[in-house]
């Protein structure tokens, strides 16, 4: 008798929760203008089995999205679903307690998501998840694949093997990388994608164990071999910003590109017949692990002032189910962080292979809770060392004094 | 009804008067207020919190990082200004007078060289971006063509012409405001003043430094003052044509940039700190304003009525 009071109580009570949920029109605020066709592809798929629910996708410009948010929330007008930024970007919202934790009880799917994929949208020192994590990025190198076998190379295995095939493409007119480094931001990436299997995976080791800092041996030797594969990077590189850069790769004109998983749709939008493949930067010899840098994007919050918070948590749940995931693998063209996701396209495939050998994007990952953030510092130092303005030695100097401000274990 | 008339008007007046200065309120007057009161409180990110005094103000000021980053952006400002204050208003008084004196095509040059003015700083930044590009930009295709290649150089990637670059193309784009103004100052000074002097000398030098420029001072307080806070509230261009981070290595960076980082976060590196951020907007605001008032009140105390 008990139970069935019980019984009733719950299903009256979920009842009650769902009878307001009839009807009810949900925001999405999102910095992916250039994926509005497909959001709203994935959202009819959500409406078609949650009648009464429905969903509004809007975008704002990437660079403004933090501002435009931060005052939304700021404000109370922020809408009930959100993307939210990983890491530093995340805390920065979260702290302000404008976002619903998550956890198990009301996002389930979260507990078989990667541990890493997780930790990115949980903040550190209160351990709560405030999103569920949509994609990984990967930093490694894209190569037209036309032009290599044209001039008969392979994916290199070895450093003398890059070497050699950037000396054989530039006597063949080719520019062998496409990359410039203006643009601030570029040259944390050329750290990722060409520094990871060089510093290795027992300096990340280190470095987290607080056994060592970024005047290690491996770290600056890693910045070393950087600055002189550089030789092969257009002429004025330091000059050319992003867009030209990657214009550069797009049209043909370079053979290999630095830079991040997110750069394949963008290439293949713009030239659909160039067969691209990816690699891993070699190290010195064959037999050394390669490496790439990885890290997870952003996630998907609830706003925790919002006053459907039923319909929200519905939402999400099903962003955070394997269906969304696959459709936003195969739609989008990004490595989804759903576990279990296959890949159509073959280039995802590899790079989610690739992602079985990586160390994280280490500056965004473990060092922008801070001012100076480590990304701050990395961008401009590398732009010293590209310009010859420091050495690498000094800018593991530099990185380690400048994060010393707030980073513990550098303290002295 | 006698006082209806005088009502009316008076209802007239209030109708026009009340809308701008409700809307300069709102959006100038309570901003600028608000941004003072940011400043004295601590932020957790959103959420304001505690009040803190002038800890903020300490804080970009004295403490590291941010006492580095203070000085080399505010140099880079005045850097900007003295350099501004050659290229942009000392050619345009140039320009001026070669317009004034109607050398030959001067019909042709008056529009050719206000014609940049109109553009937007956007459409401006992105032009210069592309004329310096490292590859294609035509400085560097005209520098090779002409066997200067030696010279060409990755202009916005090296710290030591990245921000004469971005003066040059602010130069470029407003040097017809300065011209324009000292022009209609010039056009103002009376023909027996000029019939005088030409009875007196036909020295170009001494028509100039005697005549034209202490006639055009009203012309000049006008122009410095406008270049003083132009060079001070620098944003756009360095934005467009440098990036938020002032990048070489913060070798463009100017207070704006500076601020904007700070106070809104930087997508690719920082968080954002409403605190620092507005202490930062409120020394830029006091810094020019006192100056700004400053230099017009000594600008004006030179003005020779006519």
């Known amino acids: 008798m008990k139970k069935l009071i019980m019984k ?71 809408p009930d679903i959100m993307f939210a930024r990983a890491y530093g970007g995340l805390e920065n919202v979260a702290n302000a307690g404008y976002l619903l934790p998550l956890d198990k ?127 092969y990077f257009p002429d004025g590189f330091i000059g050319l910003d992003y867009a030209s850069s990657q214009q550069l790769f797009a049209s043909g004109m370079a053979g290999m590109f630095v830079g991040g998983s997110y750069e394949l749709a963008n290439f293949k939008k713009q030239n659909p017949k160039m067969n691209m493949g990816i690699f891993a930067m070699p190290g010195m010899k064959a037999g050394d692990e390669k490496l790439v840098a990885q890290y997870f994007d952003g996630g998907y919050a609830v706003n925790a002032k919002t006053t459907k918070k039923e319909a929200a948590l519905k939402f999400v749940n099903f962003l955070a189910s394997q269906e969304f995931g696959q459709m936003f693998a195969d739609d989008l063209n990004n490595i989804s962080a759903v576990p279990g996701v296959t890949f159509k396209d073959a280039l995802l495939g590899e790079v989610a292979e690739l992602n079985k050998h990586s160390i994280p994007y280490i500056m965004l990952v473990h060092f922008r809770f801070g001012e100076p953030s480590g990304s701050v510092l990395l961008q401009g130092e590398i732009q010293k060392l590209l310009s010859g303005k420091a050495t690498p030695e000094e800018v593991g100097k530099n990185l380690t004094t400048g994060l010393a401000a707030w980073y513990a274990p550098f303290k002295k | ?81 003295f350099a501004l204050m050659v290229l942009q208003n000392g050619v345009g008084f140039l320009l001026a007078y070669c317009l004034w004196r109607e050398l030959p095509g001067a019909a042709f040059h008056r529009v050719a060289v206000f014609l940049p003015v109109v553009l937007s700083t956007i459409i401006v930044g992105f032009l210069w971006k592309l004329f310096l590009h490292p590859l294609f930009g035509v400085v560097n295709i005209s520098l090779r063509g002409t066997g200067l290649g030696g010279l060409a150089q990755p202009w916005l990637g090296q710290d030591t012409t990245a921000l004469w670059a971005l003066i040059i193309a602010n130069a470029w784009h407003m040097v017809g405001f ?33 005549v034209v420029w202490p006639l055009v001072a009203p012309s000049a307080t006008v122009v410095f003052t406008l270049l003083f806070v132009g060079s001070f ?50 020394l830029i605001f006091l810094f020019i304003a006192i100056v700004a008032g400053f230099i017009t009140f000594r600008l004006r105390a030179r003005e020779i009525q006519i």
Do not use: C
């Not at chain 2, 103004?181 to 005697?210: C, H, N, Y």
């Open chain 2, 178 to 210: 300065p011209t324009l103004v000292f022009l209609a100052g010039m056009q103002r000074i009376p023909g027996e003043i000029l019939d005088a002097v030409r009875m007196e000398t036909e020295s170009e030098w001494v028509k100039i430094s005697k």
């Open chain 1, 8 to 78: 009733t109580i719950v299903a009256l009570g979920a009842l009650a929760t769902a009878l307001p949920a009839l009807a009810e029109d949900l925001t999405f605020w999102s910095w992916r203008q250039e994926d509005k066709a497909q959001y709203e592809k994935f959202i009819k798929a959500f409406e078609a089995k949650n009648p009464g629910i429905t969903v509004k996708f809007e975008t704002f410009e990437a660079t403004n999205y933090n501002t435009i948010l931060s005052t939304a929330l700021a404000g109370g007008a922020g």
């Open chain 2, 233 to 282: 509230n620098w944003f756009e261009l360095p934005y467009i044509m440098a990036g938020v981070d002032g990048s070489p290595h913060k070798a463009t960076d100017v207070l704006g940039l500076y601020f904007y980082r700070t106070a809104f976060g930087d997508q690719s590196g920082s968080g954002q700190d409403f605190g620092a951020g507005s202490a930062l907007a409120v």
């Open chain 2, 1 to 81: 009804m006698p006082g209806s008339p005088l009502l009316a008007r008076r209802l007239w007046i209030t109708a026009l008067i009340v809308p701008p200065l409700a809307f300069v309120a709102l959006f100038v007057v309570y901003p600028i207020i608000s941004a003072f009161a940011y400043a004295f409180f601590q932020w957790h990110g959103l959420a304001r919190g505690e009040f803190v005094g002038f800890a903020n103000f300490y804080k970009v000021l004295f403490t590291q990082p941010y006492a580095d980053w203070t000085a080399n952006a505010f140099l880079h400002n005045v850097l900007v200004f």
């Open chain 1, 105 to 231: 009880t009301n996002v389930p799917a979260l507990e078989k998501f990667a541990p890493a994929a997780v930790a990115a949208e949980t903040v550190r020192s209160s351990k709560i998840t405030y999103a569920v994590p949509f994609a990984s990025q990967t930093m490694l190198v894209i190569y037209n694949k036309d032009i290599f076998d044209k001039n008969g190379l392979k994916e290199p295995e070895t450093w003398d093997d890059l070497v050699k095939a950037s000396e054989k493409l530039k006597a063949a007119g080719v520019m062998p990388f496409g990359n410039g480094t203006a643009t601030a931001w570029q040259n944390e990436v050329m750290v990722g994608g060409i520094a990871s299997t060089l510093m290795g995976k027992g300096f990340y080791d280190d470095l987290m164990a607080g056994k060592t800092d970024f005047t290690d041996k491996r770290y600056v030797g890693a910045l070393a071999k950087l600055k002189e594969i550089t030789k």
